[in-house]
């Protein structure tokens, strides 16, 4: 397959940087020793040789008449990166010096190959290097995978190389970015500061982890025959550089002063591991040195007190002195990173118990464990019930508030609207309300049952009706099952029946009786 | 990608040591990358769905457009899906059909493809696999499947100019379009409703008693019923040309099921015993002649699945068969091999009263053995072994 030479130039600038970057880092490690080298010229040769380098292996394996040879040709560009580096090394020098220089390398080899120059190559060279096996990976990511038996898969080489680079390049920009004392200064704090050329590495690294695994994609779908989408490249680039976008955004929005703890805390920890190895040293110590000078004593030889072990060194666990306060962006980043790590943990612990069945089981049959969940499951019922009940005192809250209020206001022209629970109420309702008229209030200290009584008191000709209705009402009020169809009708009949044996009483009346 | 928790580990370790606090920024990077990369595929694994359409019955020949519609329902685009459809071999180049796609959020795409009913048969569409993942390849690919679902390709039907159907009934000449076959003041029993049956056969107070709908069974004045009796036993043919014969056999089953159903308008109905890739077991297939043209699509629907049984004597199809028809009703033997045993089943239920008709999917040659039976039991054999010798049976 032939990859568009847009995305191959993109593919070989990406290597190049990356090379470059480590080269970079190499280089400011470099000048901590050498101050006067120049970092700017290692850099630019890596560049250039980790550019040229995949450049021309790929012009080599297009152009078959050039594979033959290609180790010729490859001597000439070392040789040629050579030359270019000397050259480029005069730059600032006056033509006179330069010539001068010149003239004295068949007399002083040395001049040829400085030190600068050297190391300059050096570096050059392995850049060269590693681009040429990228190069040659990135290649064979398009061919299939039973192509080269025995050779492990292009993609794992590729993302090996990238962390093995990722590594390196982490040591070496640290150690030029904090400097060489400061590595043996364990009390120090936290160095700051955007290191560019990590950003650069990891960044373009990222990237090309989604590229190849589009090109592994590509490759295994040409092998199937799925026909691939047009534009479906070019989305995949877009989506890959706001999901970058994106983790790059969770990166800067969490604290980094966690991560710099929480070693702090294990450093504390190897610390307190070494204070009880010492103490076990000073007993055992002890143990041994004490016969040796009872023995001492008993042989006259000496009067001295027996030796002392050697002290070991105090373990430094002091917590270092934290910034007081915090400002709001400081919160929020450390909101977001304990949401984040809460996150992580939880769903990492679920998962891993999920993928682990035996475990689960064996969880599950634990005595803490069970006793735990029961609780749990207790609490829970609790918190159910006592939900359920909020929300059924509530409603009933509710209910009995707008029926009261739809009541007074005499209106019943919802009735249709409502449920047949509320049209019993309200039937109910409208009685008491009626009854209440005709001076049969329904004191607050009465049970519906007993002031159905005392309503057979007053109106003994509908006892009967008073008594179903009062049945009705209790059971739409206090049940959960649904009330039917049928109660309504018959609700209504007998609150027409008790509303007209009460119109027959005088208004204000009845109690007075 | 293998490798990738001891990078970060090893990294944390390095940015411990140097302290530096753009280190772990670049670890939470990474472990950004895999984490929202992770979070991205789950969401569209539960967001995306498929759905597949297209017309699940088709004749020889047709060519079917089926439709697939992949919806994202999640607020993420999809970056990346592969669909993978496997089509059975007999309708479609072999591998399927599969595409390679991204899928905006909330967004669908519909796919159409074409298979072409090269063959009759009873096929399944499927299983669709949508494959998804992340762009990284930091997780394992995440599988959406679809069902399969079975699309039936009738068999072919040949046109009949005339089928010379033997009958015995005086009405068979009559040009009615519902000739009186039955004697509706004589019942006879009731039997359970099968699809096709008029509502006027329901024996209400019957299946009321029951509890599942029954009709009326009527003695019959005369039957002009045709039952076709398709032998599918593998040793009912030659092992030379044993599954073109067993095909055309089908063949001649349909076209003439067709043409006693639609051109002469009398009830047609079928029997055989046979594989059945639908129950995956050899079935036996018993259609009571009805006359509905829903009912032929019935027949034709099993003449579209069957395949030939190890196993399926054919004097056991025949006594099966005949069990439940009307005397006088017409039987039609479609077989691949001409035995004295075979004339002595059609001769015995030629006594029991049935018009009898021998359809021979074999070469127009006799052996000794049953030389002169079909003329001495008086019974019509038609042999056929091209296509174009089924427009000929008359």
């Given at each position: 397959m032939t990859v568009d030479w847009k995305r191959r130039l993109i593919w070989n600038l990406s290597i190049a940087g990356m090379i470059s970057c480590v080269a970079l880092a190499t280089a400011r490690l470099v000048q901590l020793f050498v101050p006067e080298w120049s970092i700017a010229l290692m850099f630019l040769a890596s560049l250039l040789a980790a550019f040229e380098a995949s450049y021309s292996y790929r012009v080599i394996q297009e152009r078959p008449e050039l594979q033959a040879e290609a180790w010729k040709?490859?001597?000439?560009?070392?040789l040629l990166l050579f030359f270019l580096i000397k050259a480029a090394s005069y730059i600032g020098d006056s033509m006179v010096v330069v010539l001068d220089d010149i003239a004295a390398w068949p007399g002083d080899i040395s001049r040829l190959f400085d030190?600068?120059?050297?190391?300059?190559?050096?570096?050059?060279?392995?850049s060269w290097l590693a681009a040429t096996r990228t190069a040659h990976d990135?290649?064979?990511?398009?061919e299939p995978s039973n192509l080269h038996p025995g050779q492990p898969l292009a993609a794992e080489t590729l993302s090996r190389r990238f962390f093995v680079g990722g590594v390196v390049l982490f040591m070496v920009s640290g150690v030029a970015h904090i400097g060489l004392q400061a590595l043996l200064d364990w009390q120090r704090a936290p160095a700051g500061g955007i290191v560019f050329n990590v950003l650069v590495y990891f960044g373009l690294g990222a990237f090309m982890l989604g590229q190849i695994r589009l090109a592994t994609l590509s490759r295994s779908w040409r092998n199937q025959k799925v026909q691939i989408a047009s534009g479906f490249v070019g989305r995949w680039v877009r989506y890959s550089l706001v999901l970058l976008f994106v983790a790059g955004l969770v990166a800067v929005l969490l604290p980094t002063r966690y991560a710099t703890h929480f070693l702090d805390a294990v450093?504390?920890?190897?610390?307190?591991?070494?204070?009880?190895?010492?103490?076990?040293?000073m007993v055992v110590s002890l143990l041994f040195m004490l016969p040796a000078w009872l023995l001492s004593r008993l042989l006259g030889r000496s009067n001295a007190?027996?030796?002392?072990?050697?002290?070991?060194?105090?373990?430094?666990?002091?917590?270092?002195?934290?910034?007081?306060?915090?400002?709001?962006?400081?919160?929020?980043?450390?909101?977001?990173?304990?949401?984040?790590?809460?996150g992580i943990l939880a769903y990492a612990a679920w998962h891993y118990v999920r993928s682990h069945p035996g475990l689960w089981r064996a969880l599950a049959t634990f005595a803490p464990w069970q006793w735990l969940r029961r609780l749990w499951q207790a609490w829970q019922r609790r918190l159910d019930q006592w939900t359920a009940d909020r929300r059924r005192r509530k409603m009933d809250g509710e209910v009995g508030v707008r029926l009261t209020r739809e009541v007074k206001a005499g209106g019943r022209s919802w009735l249709g609207a409502r449920s047949a629970r509320e049209r019993v109420l309200y039937q109910y309702y409208r009685v008491l309300q009626r009854a209440k008229?005709?001076?049969?209030?329904?004191?607050?200290?009465?049970?519906?049952?007993?002031?159905?009584?005392?309503v057979a008191r007053s109106l003994p000709e509908t006892e009967a009706e008073m008594a179903s209705l009062t049945d009705a009402f209790v059971e739409a009020r206090f049940s959960e099952h649904a009330v039917?169809?049928?109660?309504?009708?018959?609700?209504?009949?007998?609150?027409?029946?008790i509303k007209r044996a009460l119109s027959t009483l005088g208004r204000g009346t009845a109690r007075n009786r | 990608m293998s490798g990738l928790v001891v990078f970060v580990l090893v990294l944390t370790?390095?940015?411990?040591?140097?302290?530096?606090?753009?280190?772990?920024?670049?670890?939470?990077?990474?472990?950004?990358i895999y984490g929202v990369s992770y979070l991205w595929k789950q969401w569209i694994r539960r967001g995306v769905s498929v759905k597949r359409t297209f017309v699940d019955h088709a004749y020889l020949g047709d060519r079917v457009e089926v439709s697939i519609e992949v919806t994202n329902a999640a607020w993420l685009p999809a970056p990346w899906l592969v669909l993978h459809e496997s089509l059975p071999v007999q309708l479609a180049a072999p591998g399927g059909y599969r595409q390679a796609f991204s899928l905006r959020a909330r967004a669908r795409h519909a796919f159409e493809y074409s298979i072409y009913c090269r063959q009759r048969g009873y096929y399944r569409l499927g299983p669709l696999v949508l494959d998804t993942g992340d762009l990284f390849g930091l997780s394992q690919v995440g599988r959406i499947e679809v069902e399969p679902e079975p699309i039936v390709v009738y068999p072919k039907v040949l046109p009949l100019a005339s089928l010379g159907l033997p009958t015995r009934s005086p009405q068979a000449i009559l040009p009615a379009r519902s000739p009186l076959f039955e004697d509706k003041t004589r019942l006879m029993g009731v039997r359970d409703y099968q699809r096709g049956d008029s509502p006027r056969r329901i024996h209400w107070s019957a299946t009321a008693s029951v509890g599942r709908l029954l009709v009326k069974r009527y003695q019959p004045a005369i039957a002009r019923e045709t039952m076709i009796c398709l032998d599918l036993c593998r040793d009912s043919y030659g092992d030379r040309q044993r599954y073109a014969a067993t095909e055309l056999a089908i063949v001649v089953a349909a076209s003439l099921a067709h043409h006693v159903a639609l051109q002469d308008k009398l009830p047609v109905g079928l029997v055989t015993e046979a594989m059945d890739p639908l129950q995956a077991r050899q079935t036996f297939f018993f259609l009571p002649p009805q006359r509905e043209r829903v009912y032929l699509m019935q027949v034709l629907e099993v003449l579209a699945r069957v395949q030939t049984a190890q196993d399926a004597p054919l004097g056991e199809l025949l006594r099966r068969g005949s069990s439940e028809l009307a005397w006088g009703s017409t039987v039609m033997l479609i077989t691949g091999r001409e035995t004295v045993e075979l004339y002595e089943n059609l001769v015995y239920l030629r006594r029991m009263g049935f018009a009898v008709s021998a359809i021979l999917v074999q070469p127009p040659h006799r052996s000794e053995a049953v030389e002169g039976k079909a003329e001495l039991a008086d019974i019509p054999v038609h042999h056929v072994w091209r296509e174009r010798d089924v427009e000929l049976l008359s």
């Open positions: 040709s490859r001597m000439a560009e070392l030190g600068e120059t050297v190391s300059v190559y050096m570096v050059a060279l392995l990135l290649e064979r990511l398009h450093a504390g920890l190897v610390n307190i591991v070494f204070v009880i190895i010492s103490a076990v040293y007190p027996p030796p002392m072990p050697a002290p070991m060194p105090s373990p430094d666990i002091s917590v270092r002195p934290q910034p007081q306060g915090l400002s709001w962006w400081e919160s929020v980043r450390t909101f977001v990173f304990w949401i984040l790590a809460a008229r005709r001076g049969l209030p329904r004191r607050v200290s009465e049970t519906p049952s007993e002031y159905e009584h005392s039917g169809s049928e109660t309504v009708r018959h609700t209504r009949d007998w609150a027409r029946a | 370790a390095i940015a411990g040591v140097l302290r530096i606090d753009f280190f772990f920024t670049v670890v939470y990077f990474l472990i950004a």
